[in-house]
């Protein structure tokens, strides 16, 4: 199919085509089923774990989250060069239709307790994600018009954060609860599977991008060639690192959240929840305006402007909450009881303060807390969507998909990066606040990098403020 010789009025009418609309829903059911099947995973190996394996629950979440993101390094080269050799809605079909038998394999571990069918399960899942996500991204180029890029990527961005959302509520949720068991999760994560299949059908055709590649088996040369390519247009190159940068940035939060709400704002299971809901609000919200800023061109002056915006809420952020660091639960019954939340009158007020609900959180300064969040998301989706747009659009046709491989690969490392540095931290005495603000730091030391090495990014900048202010 070829890109139609007219874009929409605007993103939302995306929704309404057969190139986009399909795409779109098979895209959100796979980061869905990954997130619903992940935090499940997680739910049963931090209460049932030890007992079956004689590890210890935290060490069965830290080894499955590393056997998630293996594919992503071994695995990307491949799966770029499949993208470009082969037709990407063909190739996507078969990856989903492969998901339906490694969900099959995922129920099976899941009623009989066999973690290692569980842990097989979220090997081949990543190795799924793995190839369908460089057919995502590269097909778009290929289904939509050059003005209907930023929209398009907005949408995607949005859908996939919301995915994460209701992935982690219902696969945590339903695993958790006793009434419920692991029947239903089970049946949801098959049945996601089959209507994620059912969708990629009717993604419309697309011719290959490079029918004539020859494949390269070493991932590595293959990788270092990619990157090689890119580096040719430096602009290319600074692009996927920005891109990589956003892991880094994201990892470094979305991995604390719990630690940091439990012992820093005093919150419970619900505040983390609401938490995470804001923050990908924030980035739905900033991915659909994108498009209305950058005038539905590329406008790489949105990249910046989201950097600094993350910097700014990134240092600010662990000053919002209660008014003392909440490392203990008499330091959570005083930050909270000064706001009239909860006293600490007596030790029942003290435990009660450490488990604050999601009413008593937004009582106090927690309301602060979601602000901030929020605002944090927005300047990720206007950070990244331009991001995903200049690599479409910039890359030589014919290798798109093994541009966006490489950079999965360099996701995967700078998210392993992001973890080491902070267990590094740890181990010499930070705190989870300072962490964050180490993390606020580097990214702006990451941002006058990029000014200096890419200034079309600052250029842009001034060009698109000086029409908005007039």
């Known amino acids: 199919m070829s890109t139609p010789s007219a874009p929409v009025d605007h993103q939302f009418a995306l929704l309404r085509t057969r190139r986009f609309l399909p795409f779109f829903i098979t895209g959100f059911l796979g980061a869905l089923n990954d997130n619903v099947f992940k935090n499940a995973l997680v739910i049963v190996l931090a209460y049932r774990g030890g007992s079956l394996l004689g590890l210890s629950g935290p060490i069965l979440i830290n080894l499955a989250a590393v056997?998630?993101?293996?594919?992503?390094?071994?695995?990307?080269?491949?799966?770029?060069?499949?993208?470009?050799?082969?037709?990407?809605?063909?190739?996507?079909?078969?990856?989903?239709?492969?998901?339906?038998?490694?969900?099959?394999i995922g129920v099976v571990g899941f009623i009989g307790s066999r973690v290692d069918?569980?842990?097989?399960?979220?090997?081949?899942?990543?190795?799924?994600?793995?190839?369908?996500?460089?057919?995502?991204y590269a097909l778009m180029p290929q289904q939509l018009h050059p003005a209907e890029l930023i929209g398009g990527n907005g949408l995607v961005e949005l859908g996939t954060f919301a995915a994460i959302l209701i992935g982690t509520v219902l696969g945590g949720g339903l695993v958790a609860s006793h009434e419920v068991g692991v029947l239903p999760?089970?049946?949801a994560t098959l049945l996601i599977a089959l209507a994620g299949y059912i969708s990629a059908r009717w993604i419309p055709d697309a011719p290959a991008a490079d029918p004539g590649l020859r494949l390269n088996p070493n991932p590595l040369s293959e990788t270092w060639r990619n990157l090689r390519s890119a580096a040719r247009d430096r602009t290319m190159l600074l692009a996927l690192l920005a891109n990589s940068w956003f892991w880094?940035?994201?990892?470094?939060?979305?991995?604390?959240?719990?630690?940091?709400?439990r012992e820093f704002l005093g919150g419970d299971e619900t505040v983390t929840t609401l938490l995470l809901a804001a923050l990908s609000f924030g980035i739905g919200i900033g991915s659909l305006a994108c498009e209305r800023l950058s005038r539905r061109g590329l406008n790489l002056g949105l990249v910046p402007a989201g950097l600094a915006g993350m910097v700014l809420l990134a240092w600010l952020l662990p000053l919002t909450g209660p008014d003392l660091p909440l490392q203990t639960a008499a330091g959570v019954a005083a930050g909270y009881g000064k706001m009239g939340v909860a006293g600490a009158a007596s030790a029942h007020g003290v435990v009660q303060a450490r488990l604050l609900g999601v009413t008593a959180f937004l009582q106090g300064p927690g309301i602060d807390t979601l602000v901030m969040l929020i605002g944090m998301g927005v300047a990720c989706?206007?950070?990244?969507?331009?991001?995903?747009?200049?690599?479409?659009?910039?890359?030589?046709?014919?290798?798109?998909?093994?541009?966006?491989?490489?950079?999965?690969?360099?996701?995967?490392?700078?998210?392993?990066?992001?973890?080491?540095?902070?267990?590094?931290?740890?181990?010499?005495g930070a705190t989870i606040p300072q962490v964050f603000q180490a993390c606020a730091l580097a990214t702006l030391v990451f941002l006058g990098v990029l000014c200096w090495l890419a200034p079309e990014f600052p250029r842009?900048?001034?060009?698109?403020?000086r029409p908005v202010t007039g």
Request: contains cysteine.
């Open 67 to 104: 056997v998630f993101i293996l594919p992503y390094v071994f695995l990307s080269a491949s799966a770029g060069q499949w993208s470009d050799k082969f037709q990407k809605p063909r190739l996507m079909r078969w990856v989903k239709l492969a998901e339906v038998a490694i969900m099959a």
């Open 117 to 136: 069918l569980l842990f097989l399960t979220l090997l081949l899942m990543g190795c799924h994600s793995t190839i369908f996500g460089p057919a995502k």
């Open 185 to 187: 999760i089970s049946l």
């Open 248 to 261: 880094f940035y994201g990892a470094c939060f979305l991995t604390q959240f719990p630690s940091w709400t």
């Open 381 to 428: 989706g206007l950070y990244v969507v331009p991001l995903y747009a200049l690599v479409q659009s910039r890359a030589d046709p014919r290798e798109v998909s093994r541009m966006i491989a490489a950079n999965n690969v360099l996701n995967a490392v700078f998210m392993v990066v992001s973890s080491a540095l902070a267990i590094l931290m740890f181990a010499n």
């Open 460 to 465: 842009a900048l001034r060009a698109w403020w």
